[in-house]
């Protein structure tokens, strides 16, 4: 799914040579103690690190703890880096930290479920509401009732991402909002690239199940190109 990172967390655009040389700098200064470098890492991935461990965990306080403290741990551990991608490596380090809130609950990722998806929603909504328009710009673009359609369709795939097997939840956030190649996933996951694929599988397979569950929020035409995925 190419896009920008953007405020909901989504995936960062490929990069060119340019770009690769540069934050391949940027990592080399950081590693010398730069923090001012290490920073510009931050403002490139905090979007999604924090989109990931929200979407993980569906609570806005306990995912930014967790960013909080993936950074900290990614700038102490900056001089181990010696990975192909800092973008899978830092999301690893945040998915861990999922896992280790959880344990430090002592309750399994799918209980508090309702409180988890209250607070979750909420949050998820206003992400996507940012980089919106605060009024419309014209009566052309901009269409309350889709609005408002489109806000609810949003929130329902949110609360069924909410309801996914964690080790799929975390797979299908990182393939299908934040865009990553399965290679990258594979190490972010630490499991086989068959494994990845057949839990994106099944995370998309019980996504669809949800979501044609609702007719009412998705139109004809969308519900076939969701069938036919």
Not at 41 to 57: E, H
Request: hydrophobic fraction near 40%.
């Amino acid at each position: 799914m190419p896009g920008s990172d953007d405020a909901q967390g989504g995936p960062v655009n490929p990069p060119d040579a340019l770009d690769e040389a540069r934050e391949r700098a940027t990592i080399t200064r950081s590693q010398r103690g730069d923090r001012n470098a290490f920073n510009d890492l931050v403002t490139r991935y905090q979007s999604a690190a924090y989109g990931l461990a929200l979407r993980m965990l569906g609570d806005p306080e306990a995912a930014a703890d967790v960013t909080q403290d993936a950074f900290f741990s990614a700038f102490r551990n900056i001089r181990s880096f010696r990975g192909a991608s800092f973008r899978a490596w830092l999301l690893r380090i945040v998915s861990n930290g999922c896992y280790d809130y959880w344990r430090a609950q002592r309750r399994r990722p799918a209980e508090s479920l309702d409180a988890l998806l209250a607070s979750g929603d909420e949050a998820l909504g206003q992400q996507a509401s940012e980089g919106e328009p605060a009024e419309p710009t014209s009566q052309l673009d901009w269409n309350p009732e889709d609005a408002a359609l489109r806000a609810e369709a949003i929130a329902a795939i949110e609360a069924t991402i909410l309801r996914l097997a964690p080790d799929q939840r975390l797979v299908i956030i990182l393939s299908d909002i934040q865009g990553l190649t399965y290679e990258e996933i594979a190490r972010v996951a630490s499991v086989p690239l068959g494994t990845v694929k057949s839990r994106i599988a099944r995370a998309r397979a019980r996504l669809r199940e949800a979501l044609l569950a609702q007719p009412e929020l998705f139109p004809q035409a969308q519900r076939h190109d969701v069938r036919d995925q």
